[in-house]
């Protein structure tokens, strides 16, 4: 199975919105409500950011946000913030043996 | 506090063996499905396989670019996740987390992930 296609890039001015795409097949994302999202800094580890589709974890800020249509998902970033600059990642449950991960989008504020 | 340690990771020649570990603690390990994660210099992150966890019947399975190469097991009475990574290539070179999914079956996400160790694999 191919990887989930996101965005090389995104970037936005602070107090604006951004939204990253996930794209992949309805043998993935569009099969199942479990696309999560991920936001890494540099030299750092990934941080779970958004699980099932929607759910932030706690302490995660609710200017993030999830949402699906179709074999689409998306990461909202609303009120950007300087430090939401990072690269952020979806992954997506492709079945009981597999996951399949996104690219990554490095978003830049501006 | 769930905490997840790597280690093992170093500099190893190709076709050379290497095993990583992965010390968990803070939550009651063996019912949980556990997960490894690589990343090369430079680039995104690629799923290495995972393991499930006990409720499940620990039973593994692994991306097609390690598979036969790679193996995960887990000693649940030390919470410790393993990476047993035999007849390495040059693009294995990455670092490696493991990572925590938060059922003891697939690998619907992962919640807690570790800070990672450096596998360098160059002659």
């Known amino acids: 199975q191919s990887a989930l296609t996101q965005p090389p890039s995104a970037s936005g001015s602070p107090g604006q919105s951004v939204t990253i795409s996930c794209t992949g097949t309805?043998?993935?994302?569009?099969?199942?409500?479990?696309v999560s999202w991920y936001q890494q800094h540099p030299g750092k580890a990934p941080k779970l950011m958004i699980y099932?589709?929607?759910k932030r974890p706690s302490g995660v800020p609710d200017r993030f946000s999830g949402s699906k249509s179709g074999n689409t998902a998306s990461l909202t970033v609303s009120g950007l913030q300087a430090e939401d600059e990072a690269d952020y990642y979806c992954i997506s449950y492709a079945g009981s043996t597999n996951a399949l991960f996104g690219g990554g989008t490095k978003l830049t504020v501006l | 506090e769930v905490q997840l340690v790597e280690s093992g990771g170093g500099l190893v020649q190709p076709g050379r063996s290497l095993k990583l570990s992965c010390t968990a603690s803070g939550f009651t390990f063996g019912d949980y499905a556990m997960s490894w994660v690589r990343q090369a210099p430079g680039k995104g992150l690629e799923w290495v396989g995972f393991?499930?966890?006990?409720?499940?019947?620990?039973?593994?399975e692994y991306a097609a670019s390690v598979k036969g190469r790679f193996t995960i097991s887990r000693d649940d009475s030390k919470s410790i996740a393993y990476l047993q990574m035999n007849s390495l290539k040059t693009e294995d070179t990455a670092v490696y987390y493991c990572?925590?999914?938060?059922?003891?079956?697939?690998?619907?996400?992962?919640?807690?992930w570790g800070q990672g160790t450096l596998v360098t694999v160059s002659s």
């Open positions: 099932e589709v929607t």
């Open positions: 393991i499930r966890g006990k409720p499940s019947g620990g039973t593994t």
């Open positions: 990572a925590r999914v938060p059922y003891s079956s697939g690998p619907y996400y992962f919640d807690y």
């Open positions: 309805s043998g993935d994302v569009g099969g199942y409500n479990y």
